[in-house]
T-cell receptor, first 115, second 114 residues
Framework: AQSVAQPEDQVNVAEGNPLTVKCTYSVSGNPYLFWYVQYPNRGLQFLLK??????LVKGSYGFEAEFNKSQTSFHLKKPSALVSDSALYFCAVRDESGGYQKVTFGTGTKLQVIP | DAGVIQSPRHEVTEMGQEVTLRCKPI?????LFWYRQTMMRGLELLIYFNNNVPIDDSGMPEDRFSAKMPNASFSTLKIQPSEPRDSAVYFCASSLLGAMETQYFGPGTRLLVL
């Protein structure tokens, strides 16, 4: 079975500082990994994904994520946080070897960027 | 493209009433997903369709929940009878080729069952 863990319910960072939102996963085959962001009263929006290739994936709004197979991690990063980055962030995974098309989402991490 | 469209955006109903949530996916997308989001359980996949056919409904909590997709541009999620514990935000999402591809989420329907 596939699973994903976001160990931090909330991350606080000062504006202008680098941010990291953590994600670890568990799959039996090769993973497809995603990050989504949810602003208040909105649906989830896609940020970036890793399917194969370079371990460093660049996405929307200056976000990037690093795939680390040995640590089974896919942490989301941004060099300089903006107040407008404050939102709920979801990591998601799908097992390549799975027969199903469904993606498993993490519980979400609330990012608070402090002015 | 208008994106995924859901209606209504808000629904308040009384326990025991039937509730129908509606979704229009992005044109050309082959997959449609229904999710439920609550504080306690996070984001849960309820059911998904491929080319209008239900593929996996293992996330549907009870027989009170049913979903249909009569054509490529419309899906419904029905709760009958509704209960207070069904209160949640229900999202519809669609994607072009399934789980490898980006899922595009609608704005959600916020359901409150009194």
């Amino acid at each position: 079975a596939q699973s994903v863990a976001q160990p931090e319910d909330q991350v606080n960072v000062a504006e202008g500082n680098p941010l990291t939102v953590k994600c670890t996963y568990s799959v039996s085959g090769n993973p497809y990994l995603f990050w989504y962001v949810q602003y208040p009263n909105r649906g989830l929006q896609f940020l970036l994904k890793y399917i194969t290739g370079d371990n460093l994936v660049k996405g929307s709004y200056g976000f990037e994520a690093e795939f680390n197979k040995s640590q089974t991690s896919f942490h989301l990063k941004k060099p300089s946080a903006l107040v407008s980055d404050s939102a709920l962030y979801f990591c998601a995974v799908r097992d390549e070897s799975g027969g199903y098309q469904k993606v498993t989402f993490g519980t979400g991490t609330k990012l608070q960027v402090i002015p | 493209d208008a994106g995924v469209i859901q209606s209504p955006r808000h629904e308040v109903t009384e326990m025991g009433q039937e509730v129908t949530l509606r979704c229009k996916p992005i044109s050309g997308h082959d997959y449609l997903f229904w999710y439920r989001q609550t504080m306690m359980r996070g984001l849960e996949l309820l059911i998904y369709f491929n080319n209008n056919v239900p593929i996996d409904d293992s996330g549907m909590p009870e027989d009170r929940f049913s979903a249909k997709m009569p054509n490529a541009s419309f899906s419904t999620l029905k709760i009958q009878p509704s209960e207070p514990r069904d209160s949640a935000v229900y999202f519809c999402a669609s994607s072009l080729l399934g789980a490898m591809e980006t899922q595009y989420f609608g704005p959600g329907t916020r359901l409150l069952v009194l």
